[in-house]
Nanobody
Framework: QVQLVESGGASVQSGESLRLSCTAS????????VAWFRQTGGNEREAVAC????????RYADEAQGPFTLYRDNNKNTVYLQMHSVKPNDTAVYSC??????????????????????WGQGTQVTVPS
């Protein structure tokens, strides 16, 4: 089954680092653009970062610029979100997504959640106050 699987979520203390993984199953993620979003409660999904299919372009949400790093390892069919110095307001369910049918070429890498059509199930990150 074609899917994205997130992992790496955990409960960590403020100031610690955490790395989230987004791994493709049953397809090669290599040339697809991938984005990370996060959501808390009933709020709308919030963009975190996205990476172009060839890995040569990244976009970060303002609050993610600096503390987060997005990169990909195509040999492992995985895109990583490295979170540095996490804070309580980073607490959320983090999900990755790709344009499986809508932009498979990987040239487009939008930051809007409604552009993406294949989503993982999410992984919980908790940073207690």
């Amino acid at each position: 089954q074609v899917q994205l699987v997130e992992s790496g979520g955990a409960s960590v203390q403020s100031g610690e680092s955490l790395r989230l993984s987004c791994t493709a199953s049953e397809f090669t993620l290599g040339h697809y653009s991938v984005a990370w979003f996060r959501q808390t409660g009933g709020n709308e999904r919030e963009a975190v970062a996205c990476i172009k299919g060839d890995g040569k372009g990244n976009r970060y949400a303002d609050e993610a610029q600096g503390p987060f790093t997005l990169y990909r390892d195509n040999n492992k069919n995985t895109v990583y979100l490295q979170m540095h110095s996490v804070k309580p307001n980073d607490t959320a369910v983090y999900s990755c997504a790709t344009g499986w049918l809508v932009f498979p070429e990987g040239v487009k890498f939008p930051i809007q959640y409604y552009e993406y059509d294949l989503w993982g199930q999410g992984t919980q990150v908790t940073v207690p106050s």
